[in-house]
């Protein structure tokens, strides 16, 4: 299966089945605790204010993003986090497709507002080449470093 | 403390109980427990959910039931038990395997309960009637032992 048969849908929360959620809370578990051996919380209470982001190829979810409007993560900018693909699926430019309608989507949503990111280090090139910038000094999250990035 | 016990199949939970149910075994077994493991493992699509909630109608406990051959062949199985960290040491972990126990003795009163259990409930396991079955293997990195529950008619 190529990439190009890859299907993008983003959903509020209240438009998510139950087992959409579980789909999306099983990749995030592969991609973020077991990946990255990180003992977080992933289900971190937040995911019902958000709208989501999924990448499927044919009936198999393999890419993911949250976006979350302004005042939900950030007050006065929206925001962008768990932008997660399955290992098999990259280096093919999905994570640049999700944050490319991501981004639309928040633009057209909310045109005042800015998007503010907690990246992880690792991933402030691809950031910037998405017109992020840098806004902070490096920092720990979830014993991982990262940077705030904004995108105006 | 007036706790109530409910068991629903994986689609007849609403997506609030099945987030919180998730967020609290990730509390527990993957953040106390320091495991970074894959908590929700595609099998609860097959279990019945046993949830404990207390007056306000949060889950604070919990276990996963498998009919015969869902988890294990020629068995059926309970999991993922936990209780929230607030409501420890209050018999509430005996209250969820009794209820569990009992489900599966009415439901499937043939097949014998079987489990992986760390290895530091082995003590209490036996107290609800498990014997040990295994030697000591690690799973996910913990010592676990397998046990099984018969029922006798």
């Known amino acids: ?152 | 403390m007036a706790v109530k016990i409910q068991l629903k199949r994986f689609d007849e939970l609403s997506k609030k109980e099945l987030y919180r149910l998730l967020q609290m075994r990730a509390e527990i077994f993957i953040k106390e427990q320091q495991c970074p493991y894959l908590d929700p493992d595609n099998k609860d699509v097959s279990a019945w959910h046993v949830l404990m909630k207390n007056p306000d109608e949060k889950i604070i406990g919990y276990a996963r039931i498998f009919p015969p051959g869902a988890y294990l062949p020629g068995a059926t199985a309970v999991g993922r038990v936990s209780v929230d960290r607030t409501y420890r040491k209050r018999g509430l972990a005996y209250r969820i395997m009794d209820k569990s126990i009992g489900f599966l003795k009415e439901k499937f009163p043939g097949y014998p309960v079987e489990i992986s259990a760390q290895s530091y409930l082995i003590g209490f396991y036996q107290n609800l009637g498990f014997v040990q079955v295994s030697n000591e293997y690690l799973e996910d990195g913990l010592p676990h032992v397998r046990m099984k529950l018969y029922f006798h008619s």
């Open chain 1, 1 to 152: 299966m190529t990439v190009k048969n890859s299907t993008y849908t983003i959903k509020h929360w209240d438009a998510l089945s139950t087992y959409e959620l579980y789909e999306i809370l099983h990749l995030r578990g592969k991609v973020f605790v077991v990946g990255q051996q990180c003992t977080c919380i992933d289900p971190d209470g937040k995911d019902p204010e958000a709208f989501h982001l999924t990448v499927k190829n044919g009936n198999t979810l393999i890419g993911y993003a949250r976006l979350f409007p302004p005042g939900k993560y950030y007050d006065g900018a929206a925001s962008i986090g768990r932008v997660a693909v399955l290992r098999e699926w990259r280096n093919q430019g999905i994570g640049k497709e999700i944050m490319k309608r991501g981004i639309a989507f928040l633009k057209a949503n909310f045109p005042e507002n800015p998007i503010i990111i907690s990246a992880q280090s690792y991933l402030e090139e691809f950031y910037k080449n998405l017109g992020f910038v840098t806004v902070s000094d490096e920092y720990l999250e979830e014993n991982m470093p990262h940077v705030r990035m904004k995108l105006s």
